[in-house]
């Protein structure tokens, strides 16, 4: 074993400093072995354009790739605020009934294992374009905040349940204050996937919806440039969408962080 | 000390019964006999100890009394009323806190829950906090505190709504010692104090001599009654811990334990 090796680090600012810089690094030799690759072979734009011509057709292309940019967020972020309150809701409901738990949960499953992408093209023929793609989102994120929810209300430590009941609380009181912050945990959890795949179902419906002809979210570009051989532009927008996922993502950890970290172990050092 | 032979059951008037038991029992779905059938009065004020093997069925019996656990025969009276009605504190045997929320509203939840007023209930779980010395706790989250502060302020909880009974499952078995010393002495002075009637579970014999005026010892499954002991003495101190009496209680309980599990061996 090197003496660099993560565990043998003497500091935890080392090992920060490290995990930062170390994905830095391979994304400088990945850019620069790109470049070199490109330039050697002298292959042309239209088949692999070097990252140089993707950030230039990133600043020139800027407004209309913003505007679609600011499409697809609006889509994701429709998607999931429905996956969250559809997942949330749909546990609780389970958790109250049985009945309605072993009656739907099937078809959550199937409705999660089936892929998005062949069930896009038959949303866009019933539903308005916008609806669809917003429903395709909702259809790939829900899974995970229900799953999530059905855990952290199936977790919630028995005596505590049995407190409640000593002291004769009523339903709603024991929804605030004992199962929804029980939960909290397990909900912020399936919610910072489901922001991912709200992304993924967004994309995925734009590119169904784009080969109809219509839409100008992101993913509508990625399709239209490549019809058209303009490979930077696809390579920009694809740089965009990646970079709105990992926002996405840190926003909802963060967001997660902030909640939890008065008391959750998950959100507290682990020296403390 | 000769061994104490079983109490009758109306030894005690009517009048001043908190807890009738009769003919409690617990049958599991599986068919397995838990508890009993057993019969058990509780005075008002008295303190009691159900003493017995681990899984003998005396948190099932303190369960049934709170009405967390039903009984599948016989049935259970506080102060002459169906039990569920009563106004009940109980102690787990974890501090059973909620971690997200601090020491103070862990303490407020069972006045929140009766809809209490709000100044009202701040006062009251300011002399809760008060009385079990964690008065400068109130903002501080349960992972923070030891083992012991955490038993406190589950009995602060228990205490808030100023119950006429007090139910305590094994509450300091996860202690230390030392702890378990400390908490066993405040919890006496708080009974003292407010003159509630207390049914506390245990496993320890030393324990249950220690703080109650009656110790009911138990068979292992299905618990049943073997046998009570009187414990006789006005003061609860250190000197009583380690005076001949208390020795001598000791080692009758533990006798009449002994003689509870052989009884179920042979059975």
């Known amino acids: 074993m090197s003496a660099v090796e993560p565990s043998s680090l003497r500091t935890n600012h080392e090992r920060g400093a490290l995990r930062f810089l170390l994905p830095v690094v391979v994304l400088a030799i990945g850019v620069l072995a790109w470049d070199l690759i490109v330039r050697l072979n002298q292959i042309p734009p239209y088949v692999l354009p070097s990252p140089g011509a993707v950030v230039r057709t990133l600043i ?39 009945w309605l738990e072993y009656s739907l949960f099937p078809y959550a499953i199937i409705l999660q294992v089936t892929p998005v992408i062949a069930i896009a093209p038959l949303l866009l023929i019933y539903l308005p374009q916008h609806a669809a793609v917003v429903v395709c989102a909702w259809i790939v994120a829900f899974f995970p905040v229900l799953a999530n929810t059905t855990l952290g209300l199936k977790s919630i430590d ?37 922001g991912g795949l709200s992304l993924i179902g967004a994309v995925v419906a734009e590119i169904a919806a784009g080969s109809a002809g219509a839409g100008s979210g992101l993913a509508y570009r990625i399709a239209e440039s490549g019809y058209r051989l303009n ?10 969408l990646s970079l709105a996922g990992i926002v996405i993502y840190m926003v909802l950890a963060l967001a997660s962080h902030l909640i939890l970290r008065r008391w959750h172990e998950s959100a507290l050092g682990k020296d403390s | 000390m000769a061994e104490p032979a079983p109490v009758a059951l109306d030894r005690n008037s009517n009048l001043d019964v908190a807890i009738r038991l009769r ?7 599986n068919g397995i006999r838990a508890l009993g059938p057993i019969d058990l009065d509780v005075r008002k004020g008295e303190f009691i100890s159900l ?62 829950l009766a809809h209490v007023a709000r100044i009202e209930a701040d006062r009251r779980v300011g002399d809760a906090l008060e009385r079990v ?26 205490l808030v709504t100023d119950p006429d009974v007090l139910l305590m499952d094994e509450p300091f078995a996860a202690l230390d010692e030392i702890t378990r010393f400390k908490l066993n002495n405040d919890l006496l002075a708080l009974w003292r104090g407010l003159n509630k009637t207390v049914i506390f579970v245990t496993h320890s014999v030393f324990e249950s001599v220690f703080l109650s005026q009656r110790v009911i010892v138990m068979t ?23 005076s001949a009496e208390y020795a001598a209680y000791c080692r009758a309980a533990s006798i009449a334990l002994a003689h509870a599990s052989d009884a179920k061996a042979q059975s």
């Open chain 1, 60 to 98: 020139t292309d800027w407004p209309i790739l913003w505007a679609s940019l600011l499409t697809t967020l609006l889509t994701t972020f429709e998607g999931f605020v429905a996956a969250a309150i559809g997942g949330i809701a749909l546990a609780l409901l389970f958790s109250r009934s049985k």
């Open chain 1, 158 to 194: 028995r005596n505590l349940s049995g407190l409640f009941q000593l002291y004769h609380a009523s339903p709603l009181q024991t929804l605030r204050y004992l199962k929804l912050p029980a939960a909290l945990p397990y909900i912020l959890g399936g919610l910072r996937i489901a």
């Open chain 2, 23 to 29: 003919q409690v029992g617990k049958v599991y779905d």
């Open chain 2, 220 to 242: 292992s499954r299905p618990g049943r009654i073997a046998a009570e002991i009187d414990v006789d003495a006005p003061e609860r101190n250190e000197d009583f811990r380690t």
């Open chain 2, 51 to 112: 003493l017995g093997p681990s899984g003998c069925g005396k948190s099932t019996a303190l369960r049934i009394v709170a009405g967390l656990t039903a009984a599948t025969s016989g049935e259970v009276r506080i102060a002459g009323q169906a039990a569920a009605a009563q106004s009940i504190g109980f102690v787990f045997q974890e501090p059973t806190l909620m971690p997200w929320a601090t020491v103070h509203d862990n303490v407020l939840l069972p006045l929140k």
């Open chain 2, 133 to 158: 010395g964690l008065a400068e706790f109130a903002q501080t989250y349960p992972r923070e505190l030891s083992g012991g502060m955490k038993m406190r302020v589950s009995l602060a909880r228990a």
């Open chain 1, 231 to 240: 490979i930077p532009r696809m390579f920009a927008a694809l740089l965009l």
